[in-house]
């Protein structure tokens, strides 16, 4: 007869630990905060003067391309 109180090793299938249902819902959560993040640097961008971008060492040219960028385009 077989001891029905031992757990099952060898055919039970366990669940993924690398895997959850948080794991694409943190994934969402995190573009959108890139997103997000990314748009208000390039609104900040936009409205910093030029003599201030020449201190950073950034061009105004290189700000208008940056600022014409979508949000979710790097």
């Known amino acids: 007869m077989q001891?029905?109180?031992k757990p099952c090793l060898?055919?039970?299938?366990?669940?993924?630990p690398s895997w959850s249902f948080t794991s694409p819902l943190r994934t969402f959560w995190d573009v959108l905060?890139?997103?997000?993040a990314r748009g208000m640097e390039r609104r900040y961008?936009?409205?910093?003067?030029?003599y201030l971008l020449d201190d950073a060492g950034?061009?105004?040219d290189e700000v208008r391309k940056e600022v014409s960028k979508p949000?979710?385009?790097p």
């Open 58 to 60: 950034i061009s105004c």
């Open 3 to 5: 001891d029905v109180t």
């Open 33 to 36: 905060g890139k997103w997000y």
């Open 45 to 50: 961008l936009a409205e910093m003067e030029c």
């Open 71 to 73: 949000f979710w385009r």
């Open 10 to 16: 060898a055919n039970c299938r366990r669940p993924d």
